[in-house]
């Protein structure tokens, strides 16, 4: 077993892989929290349809994925913030308009253009092989600014996770922060979405936040969980995957999913004890 585990981080794109993944892991565990508190968390399912759309018309274009995913998938996030708080239509409704028309129209134009190849299962479902040196640059350097802008306004997007008009009675420019989260929130999605897949990427952001609430109650106390809870899954689901050859996006989940109600179980467990 430890000798299978130190064949697989022998190789550089392995190596490249769970630093990028490590990092995506860390932004999305932090973003997660907040959205899902903040009942915005299905934000996530929506972007990466609209990243696969992205994605798809880069393909088509012959352009560099994250550089034409990343604006486009950002000026989505901001359009669905802005629909949700002026539009008669809801967020949730929103997101299910613009995920399925953007899944539909990246669809569309893989089969009028590469047709339907393994790139497209890659994006789909995701694949560690599938980034390059570049993307992995590109990737690390996001991540860390998406890591030090969280930190540096924790304070603020505390705030408005739980109270949003107080937060905004307080002098604190709401909308200005939900806008820094959809953007924070966009470009982990993105950076995601190569590994994981379009389709699986916003179990990163949902899981580990929902399994570190079963035990642990504090703001502070569920971000740091939910951290580790994250990175620790990504590593575990990518050492799965090597091990039973199975999809690396699909592992992770697996390994979120089982965590999740193994917490479940203790909560219920510490919850009858106590009473």
């Given at each position: ?190 950076l995601g979405m190569r590994m994981m897949g379009a ?21 502070r106390g569920v971000v740091i969980s939910s951290t ?48």
């Amino acid at each position: 077993m430890l000798n299978m585990v130190q064949e697989l981080f022998a190789y550089p794109f392995i190596q490249r892989a769970v630093i990028v993944g490590i990092l995506v892991s860390l932004c999305a565990a932090l973003l997660g929290v907040t959205l899902v508190l903040k009942r915005y968390s299905m934000i996530g399912d929506g972007l990466s349809h609209v990243g696969f759309g992205a994605l798809a018309l880069a393909m088509a274009l012959n352009l560099a994925p994250l550089e034409v995913a990343i604006p486009v998938v950002v000026a989505a996030a901001f359009f669905l913030l802005r629909i949700s708080e002026s539009s008669k239509i809801k967020g949730d409704a929103a997101i299910a308009l613009i995920s399925t028309s953007s899944l539909a129209l990246g669809v569309i134009v893989i089969a009028m253009t590469t047709g339907m190849t393994t790139d497209v299962c890659n994006y789909m479902f995701g694949s560690i092989l599938s980034m390059s040196k570049n993307d992995v640059r590109l990737s690390i350097v996001i991540s860390i600014l998406v890591i030090i802008l969280y930190l540096v306004f924790y304070n603020k997007i505390f705030a408005i996770t739980f109270d949003e008009s107080f937060a905004q009675a307080t002098g604190i420019n709401t909308k200005k922060y939900n806008s820094l989260i959809a953007f924070l929130t966009a470009v982990t999605i993105v950076l995601g979405m190569r590994m994981m897949g379009a389709l699986l990427i916003s179990s990163l952001i949902v899981f580990p936040a929902l399994t570190s609430m079963r035990l642990i109650k504090s703001f502070r106390g569920v971000v740091i969980s939910s951290t580790v809870i994250s990175v620790s899954c990504f590593v575990i689901g990518i050492i799965f995957s090597y091990i039973c050859a199975a999809p690396t996006g699909a592992s992770v989940v697996a390994v979120n999913l089982a965590l999740f109600i193994i917490f479940s179980v203790i909560s219920k467990i510490k919850f009858k004890l106590q009473g």
